[in-house]
């Protein structure tokens, strides 16, 4: 990937649930288990994983400093790699907790980057993967980075002599961006027309979690061939295909990308046009799994 390391999840990790005043206990060990499964998915083994109980999260580490503590000893006698925390953290708090424990440390966001980015197959969502992470990264860099001192030489300017490395690679990553989502909004006006030239058939579409069996759905209905397998975010790109009827009536139908909980912002903004599809859907079709604990 440009200029970033995105480092595979390490082999041995540890999960991390934080439950707050807000939260529910069931919710948080129903995230966590979620977490469990993104992270086997990345193709980690979750060692361990513990829920703290805190009124509000620690801004110097999200959780509390005896628990740090806990962690760090655990981790290093059960040779964990890498420590997981189900939640979003700030890039301060990340660098906070790498410095403490010694181990690296991600989060649920950069896990689900990281399956998104080994699945897309796509140009098009290759590119809004490639977007996501780099708009996930850019304030992180300055942690990777900070430790860099100003080359030498005394040029004025945007570039070279004068510049450090970080706002070297800053400036890259924003060209980037800024490159990668000129080229998604060529991929949508492409996208646009195809839509256009769909008329006004009836369009229906399957939604719903990650997982749950919309790809199987599709296949079933179609003999469209799209991959389904029991895996989360097996499908990133939308397929669709038109339906005949006994009637001569037809309709389209669509699979396209599953949800999850705590989506990392980034990548909902990134898969913008996969998504307006959804909007412009005459018919949502939601699959559930019955079989899934919360289905009642
Ligand atoms: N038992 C059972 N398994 C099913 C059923 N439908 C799908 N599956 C299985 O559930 C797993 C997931 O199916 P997919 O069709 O890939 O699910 P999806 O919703 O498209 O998932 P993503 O694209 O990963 O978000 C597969 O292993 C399917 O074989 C069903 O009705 N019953
Ligand atoms: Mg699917």
Do not use: C
């Not at 403490?100 to 098009?124: C, H, M, P, Q, Y």
Request: charged share 30%; glycine share 6%; no cysteine.
């Amino acid at each position: 990937m440009f200029l970033i390391d995105t480092h595979k999840p390490a082999e041995r990790a540890f999960i991390v649930g934080v439950k707050l005043q807000q939260d529910t206990h069931e919710g948080v060990a129903e995230s966590l288990k979620e977490l469990a499964s993104l992270v086997d998915t990345a193709g980690a083994e979750v060692i361990e994983s513990f829920i703290q109980n805190k009124t509000k999260a620690d801004t110097t580490f999200f959780i509390g400093k005896g628990k740090v503590e806990e962690l760090k000893a655990f981790a290093e006698d059960a040779k964990i790699d890498t420590i997981i925390f189900d939640t979003e953290l700030s890039p301060s708090q990340i660098k906070n907790l790498e410095n403490k424990i010694g181990k690296k440390i991600l989060d649920r966001s950069w896990v689900i980057l990281d399956i998104f980015a080994n699945r897309a197959k796509t140009k098009e969502a290759k590119t809004q993967v490639e977007l996501a992470q780099l708009k996930y990264f850019m304030p992180r860099l300055t942690n990777q980075w900070s430790h860099l001192s100003r080359q030498a030489g005394g040029g004025v300017g945007t570039k070279g002599p004068g510049e450090t490395q970080l706002e070297t690679d800053k400036r890259m990553i924003r060209e980037k961006i800024t490159q990668l989502e000129k080229e998604l909004e060529e991929i949508s006006k492409q996208r646009d027309i195809r839509r256009r030239g769909r008329g006004n058939v009836f369009k229906v579409i399957l939604v719903g979690y990650t997982n749950v069996g919309k790809s199987t759905l599709m296949n079933k209905l179609s003999n469209a061939g799209v991959l389904a397998e029991n895996r989360l975010f097996a499908t990133l790109d939308s397929t669709t295909r038109t339906i005949e009827l006994e009637n001569k009536k037809s309709f389209l139908l669509s699979d396209t990308v599953g949800f999850i909980n705590k989506l990392p912002h980034n990548l909902v903004a990134s898969f913008k046009s996969t998504l307006e599809e959804v909007v412009e859907a005459d018919l949502l079709l939601h699959v559930v799994d019955i079989s899934h604990d919360n289905f009642t």
